[in-house]
Structure formats: C-alpha cells, structure tokens
C-alpha cells in the first residue's frame, strides 16, 4: 500500500514537472507567433500590397488613418518573394519585410526621423 502510494506521488510530481517546465516553452511559442504575424490565419492565396501594409500597420499598433507615408516594393529573400513595406507616422519610420504566400512577418524595424 506504501509503495503504491509512493508510486502515484511520484508519477503526479513528474507530471506536475514536465508540465511546468513546458508552459513556458508554450508560452513562448504562443508568443512569439503572436509576434511575427498580424496575420490570424494563415491565407491560401498570396496577400496584396494592400494587406500587407495593413498588417504591418495593424502589427506596429496603429490604424490606417494614422499613416502619413507609405512605399511598398515586392522583392525576395532567401528564395520567398515578400514585401517591404515602409510607412511613416509622426515622426517614426516603420520598415516591415512580409512573406507575399503567408502574410507572415519576417522582420521588422523603426527608427526616429
């Protein structure tokens, strides 16, 4: 009876290990795709340029409206054909590279102008 005891304490506290230290594991995952792309799922048919500033836009935490500048070229990388998106607000310029299949985010960046 002590041993059967000993047996389920043991296999809960493993248990109760592995899934502790995988949330994080999941978390980070969660988040990092949460991330990379304003995309929820994933399209079928390539995106425009339209919804590929869209996501950049919707990505940097802004709505179109607040856009003062944007530029939009098609290109590849690493043999995917993306977009760089480049748009202006205020006086911050945001530089987005988004894959053209997916609408995924490959990078992205900002400075101040």
């Known amino acids: 009876m002590m041993r059967q005891l000993f047996v389920v304490a043991l296999t809960f506290a493993l248990t109760a290990l592995l899934f502790s230290l995988s949330a994080p594991v999941a978390l980070a995952a969660e988040r990092s795709g949460s991330q990379t792309t304003a ?6 048919t390539p995106i425009t340029q339209e919804e590929a500033l869209e996501i950049a ?13 944007y ?25 987005y590279e988004i894959e053209v299949q997916t609408g995924r985010i490959i990078s992205y960046e900002f400075e101040e102008k």
Do not use: L, N, R, W
């Open 39 to 44: 995309v929820e799922t994933i399209k079928s």
């Open 57 to 69: 836009v919707k990505d940097a935490g802004f709505v179109m409206d607040d856009v003062f500048y």
């Open 71 to 95: 530029d939009i070229e098609k290109d590849y990388e690493d043999g995917a054909e993306i977009y760089e998106v480049e748009f202006q607000v205020g006086h911050q310029e945001y530089s």
